[in-house]
């Protein structure tokens, strides 16, 4: 049923708002105002109202998305670890991973860390058997420790970063990272190449990152390091790269390089001699030798087989001597050039000779063999003595030579000092001898002087015996003495014996008399193991070094124990010695100058001596210009400080 309507109100209520509306004319501006100042803050809550509803409607949305995203993660990696099988330790050995043996490089350590920390993310190993698997490929003294620092951490599983930890503690201190940080901060290129250089300066920055975090400071690093004349190439060009400071480094030592070998091309090609051998032969033999090849800034770089220009150079000598006919050798420096040699304008400084340099000069040189000047023992051309080494060479009838035999002869104070040989005194034909027994020799030698007091009968040998010196002389032996009797311990030995000039000894025993008797020679201890033919066991002790000189608390131990000391000194008898007339007031005291002493002075009764009164002390002095307060003063100062040091 509709409602009905009320005209009679309506009429009504719009003539009361007819009274009560003002008149237009008198609305008040400040009304008007702040009513359409309440429309726009009314419109802009409205705005933002619909604003903030849409945003958390948007957020909601994607909070949705994310819960649906991660329910299929979550739901992949379910089916993903069903399919899968689960690692086994077969499974990660099979990757390969290296064995560490506590080495003390931390390098070493470092590197083994990173191979198994790849070797877990190629298996995909779980954090729970990281420590396992590590921990077997720890071998040696490193598994003794993981033993027992595992004793000392609690029960339990041991997780992959506590064992990093403990790892880096033992194997990579903090006193090792000091050390390669300073060694980073030391590194310089001096002899190395530039990928010499780049690979030891990238090997160091693994230990400093934080001076190499960004690329500008690794370059500027890298390039303070460099050869000053590369540095200085390198700095107008204002690089803030890494690569391009190695790589434009790498380039300016490549032309170098080559400048150096085009100079050195043309200066062979010209005739010129090069630096080494203006100064002197000594240089360039020494080089040789040491097989090095001077470069530029006095660095020294090993001699590269396949290097191209070497070949070249070759090539250029090869056609140029089929160009042109060889020079002549000069006969003053042996060497082959044209006009008259230099050294012919050269004095020595030591015998004011021409033709030779001091370095090169004869004079003052003494052979220790023969004892002559002007020529040393590898020149020597004289018979064999003592320090000669002894060749015997089996010479029969025919060309063909047997096998060297060898022997050394040296004296009795270099075998008594030596290690590898055992001498002493034996009777040789029972009369004593000096006797070298050495393993070195493999014949057995008998001096021709020693040889004159055996009475023994020298036979002629089956064929000629040549001993062949150290000097390549040689000489021919046809003779030896058969059967002489050793005598050691009251056992006798026999042994066919080669005469020979020999030095100090006696007689040396070679190989074939130790074998013939199974000898066997402790070095250390200075003996010898002898089997009789009744198969007993003869130890011979040979001589030991006498200690010839005492130490001060030795010495001063002997004489408190009551052991007489002796003062000796030496007098140059060729040499003028002043008159006792001569000298003024010594010349008064004859009686207390003798010429020469009596005698050791006399044991006295009563030691000289100057008995002091008990509790007497130094004589106290002031010192220069200082008080006796001042004294006080400072002494109870720096007393003050000794008992704070103590503390």
């Not at 030779?356 to 004289?382: E, F, L, T, W």
């Not at 010196?469 to 056992?491: F, K, M, T």
């Amino acid at each position: 049923m509709a409602p009905r309507r009320q005209t009679r109100s309506t009429d009504t209520s719009d003539q009361e708002g007819q009274q009560n509306t003002p008149p237009t004319g008198r609305v008040d501006p400040m009304v008007i105002q702040l009513l359409n100042t309440l429309t726009q803050q009314t419109a802009a809550l409205a705005q933002q109202q619909r604003a903030f509803q849409q945003q958390l409607l948007e957020q909601q949305q994607q909070h949705q998305q994310h819960q649906h995203q991660q329910h299929q993660h979550q739901q992949h990696q379910q089916q993903h670890q069903q399919a899968a099988p689960a690692v086994t330790f077969k499974s990660f050995q099979a990757a390969k991973p290296p064995e560490f043996k506590g080495s003390a490089d931390p390098v070493e350590a470092k590197a083994w860390l990173k191979e198994m920390e790849k070797a877990f993310a190629l298996i995909e190993v779980t954090e729970d058997k990281k420590t396992e698997y590590a921990s077997y490929f720890l071998k040696n003294e490193a598994s003794y420790w993981w033993e027992t620092s595992r004793a000392m951490e609690p029960e339990g599983l041991i997780t992959w970063a506590r064992f990093t930890e403990l790892f880096l503690e033992r194997y990579f201190p903090d006193y090792m990272r000091d050390q390669m940080e300073l060694k980073f901060l030391e590194l310089k290129q001096g002899s190395m190449t530039v990928p010499q250089y780049e690979t030891r300066f990238t090997e160091l920055s693994r230990f400093v990152p934080t001076y190499v975090d960004t690329e500008k400071k690794k370059a500027k690093r890298f390039q303070q390091g460099l050869r000053s004349w590369i540095r200085s190439k390198l700095a107008v060009l204002e690089l803030d790269t890494y690569a391009a400071v190695v790589q434009k480094a790498m380039i300016a030592e490549a032309e170098s390089d080559s400048y150096m070998r085009e100079k050195e091309n043309k200066k062979r090609k010209a005739g010129i001699p090069d630096k080494g051998q203006q100064q002197g032969s000594f240089q360039g033999q020494a080089n040789k030798k040491l097989g090095f090849q001077h470069g530029r800034n006095t660095s020294f770089r090993k001699p590269d087989t396949g290097n191209v220009g070497q070949d070249n150079r070759l090539l250029t000598g090869g056609q140029q001597g089929l160009s042109r006919p060889p020079l002549p050798e000069c006969k003053t420096c042996g060497k082959r050039h044209l006009g008259i040699c230099h050294r012919l304008t050269i004095t020595c400084f030591k015998c004011n000779q021409k033709g030779h340099y001091s370095r090169d000069c004869k004079m003052g040189i003494v052979c220790h063999r023969c004892k002559k000047p002007g020529h040393m023992i590898k020149d020597c051309r004289a018979p064999a003595t003592v320090n000669n080494m002894i060749r015997a060479i089996e010479a029969p009838p025919v060309v063909n030579v047997q096998p060297l035999a060898r022997t050394y002869n040296m004296s009795m104070g270099e075998a008594v000092r030596d290690s590898d040989v055992v001498a002493g005194t034996l009777l040789v034909n029972s009369i004593p001898a000096q006797v070298l027994i050495d393993s070195g020799a493999t014949k057995s030698f008998i001096s021709e002087t020693f040889a004159r007091r055996l009475n023994c009968v020298m036979k002629p040998l089956s064929g000629v015996l040549t001993i062949e010196i150290a000097n390549q002389d040689r000489i021919a032996v046809s003779s030896y003495y058969p059967r002489c009797e050793i005598e050691i311990l009251g056992n006798r030995f026999y042994v066919d014996l080669l005469p020979f000039k020999l030095g100090e000894f006696d007689v040396i025993l070679g190989m074939d008399w130790l074998t013939e008797h199974d000898a066997s020679i402790d070095c250390k201890n200075k003996r010898v193991t002898l089997i009789t033919l009744e198969k007993k066991e003869i130890i011979f002790r040979g001589e030991k070094q006498r200690k010839r000189f005492l130490t001060m608390i030795q010495a001063k131990r002997l004489l408190r124990q009551g052991c007489e000391a002796y003062l000796a000194y030496v007098i140059d008898i060729d040499k003028e010695v002043s008159k006792l007339e001569d000298i003024p007031v010594v010349n008064e005291f004859p009686d207390v100058f003798p010429e020469e002493l009596p005698g050791l002075p006399p044991d006295r009764e009563i030691e000289f001596a100057i008995d002091l009164v008990p509790g007497a002390e130094p004589v106290s002095k002031a010192p220069y210009r200082m008080a006796p307060v001042e004294m006080k003063e400072l002494a109870d100062q720096l007393q003050d400080l000794l008992e704070k040091r103590n503390y």
